[in-house]
Structure formats: structure tokens, C-alpha cells
């Protein structure tokens, strides 16, 4: 099973549609979560941490089940912009020195 | 955002040859990553380092590879023997604050291409 897994896409959607991207992580003393977007050959850019309470950022929600192992990125009212690959992020083990990013779900959004 | 800057933004070297990449991180922060990413392929986890030691290291991080901190601000990753599949983008991070589990940001990285 690998470490941390998503569903690659790609996700085609319109403007304006509601897109939900899942994730899933192997390592049950995992400590911190991240959703991160990636441009074309750019850096990986923080969108939002994810928190055992969830955590929403605009049109942006985040959850966290750590009994499942899994979570989730929910984007509202989707944005031309927001076209991008969202990338699943999980530091490994409790000192955090390891981060291991999951393949990326590619997402199109179209007018 | 905090800036984290990376020297140089690509770099053309034959295969053999020594390369070194350089990461400014966060002024006086002590912990910084190094990762790679294949064209086309996810990012890998390559190597931690606090306080001037490594902390962690994936199996790819092998002894052609290394990681110093030269001086107080930068610090450089070290391939010593470049292969065709060396070629890759290589990105240094640190995290936000004083906690290593923090989020990270990027630096805007290094395109190594090996011939």
C-alpha cells in the first residue's frame, strides 16, 4: 500500500461546480496534515492544513478521519484558477522529519 | 509568505560531474528538507536537517548525496556524481515557526538536467 494515496484525476469540472478530492494515508502515527496546490513546474504552495476539527479557508474545507486514515479537500464554486494539481501532504511519524506527498489529483476547471 | 530562494534556477551538467545546489532559507530557521520531482512524477522526500545534522533521510538519498550548511544562512545540497536520472527539479523548504511539523514553504527550486 503506498504511504499516502489519491485518486489522480483528472477532475474536469465547470466553473461554479463543487469538487471533492480524497486522500488516504497508511501510517496511523502520522501527526500533521497539509493540502498543497502545484502550478506547472512551479513550487508546491500551502493551501491549508487539516485539523481533527476540520478547517474551512473560503471556499476551501479540509477534513481530517484518523480513524479511516483519510482525508479530504472539498472546493466550493470553483474558480478558472483554481486549476491546478492538489496535493496531499502527511508528515511521517511524531518528530515530523519525514513528509511524504501523495501523487497529486489533477484538476481542470473550464468555463 | 516567508521567502525561500534557490540557486541556481537550472543547471545543465554532464553525467559524472559533481553539481551543487544552493537554499536560503528562512532567516536563522533550523530545520530545512530537500526534495526532488521527476518531470511528470511526484515529490519525493529526500533528506531533513536540523541544528547542522541530518535528521532523516529516504532511500534515495544514498552516499552520492549530500547536505551541508557552509555558513549561517545557506545550505547547499551536494550530488557527487551526476546520473541521466539525477535529472530532475529539486526543492529545498522549511517549515513555518519553530515546530517541525509545521507547514512548509518552498523554495522555487532547481532544474537539474543531467546529460
Known amino acids: 500500500r503506498k504511504e499516502v494515496e489519491q485518486d489522480p484525476g483528472p477532475f474536469n469540472v465547470p466553473e461554479g461546480a463543487t469538487v471533492a478530492f480524497n486522500c488516504t494515508y497508511s501510517?496511523?502515527?502520522?501527526?500533521?496534515f497539509f493540502w498543497y496546490r502545484q502550478d506547472c513546474r512551479k513550487e508546491p504552495k500551502l493551501l491549508m492544513s487539516?485539523?481533527?476539527s476540520g478547517n474551512e479557508d473560503g471556499r476551501f474545507t479540509a477534513q481530517l478521519n484518523r480513524a479511516s486514515q483519510y482525508i479530504s479537500l472539498l472546493i466550493r464554486d470553483s474558480k478558472l484558477s483554481d486549476s491546478a494539481t492538489y496535493l496531499c501532504?502527511?508528515?511521517?511519524?511524531?518528530?515530523?522529519?519525514?513528509?511524504?506527498f501523495g501523487a497529486g489529483t489533477r484538476l481542470f476547471v473550464k468555463a | 509568505e516567508p521567502e525561500v530562494t534557490q540557486t541556481p534556477s537550472h543547471q545543465v551538467t554532464q553525467m559524472g560531474q559533481e553539481v551543487i545546489l544552493r537554499c536560503v532559507p528562512i532567516?536563522?530557521?533550523?530545520?530545512f528538507y530537500w526534495y526532488r520531482q521527476i518531470l511528470g512524477q511526484k515529490v519525493e522526500f529526500l533528506v531533513s536537517?536540523?541544528?547542522?545534522?541530518?535528521?532523516?533521510k529516504s532511500e534515495i538519498f544514498d552516499d552520492q548525496f549530500s547536505v551541508e550548511r557552509p555558513d549561517g544562512s545557506n545550505f547547499t545540497l551536494k550530488i557527487r556524481s551526476t546520473k541521466l536520472e539525477d535529472s530532475a527539479m529539486y526543492f529545498c523548504?522549511?517549515?513555518?515557526?519553530?515546530?517541525?511539523?509545521?507547514?512548509?514553504?518552498f523554495g522555487p527550486g532547481t532544474r537539474l538536467t543531467v546529460l
Open positions: 501532504v502527511v508528515n511521517k511519524g511524531t518528530g515530523g522529519f519525514k513528509t511524504i
Open positions: 501510517n496511523s502515527a502520522s501527526q500533521s
Open positions: 487539516v485539523y481533527s
Open positions: 532567516s536563522n530557521h533550523l530545520y
Open positions: 536537517f536540523y541544528n547542522n545534522e541530518i535528521s532523516e
Open positions: 523548504a522549511t517549515p513555518r515557526g519553530t515546530r517541525v511539523d509545521n507547514e512548509q514553504f
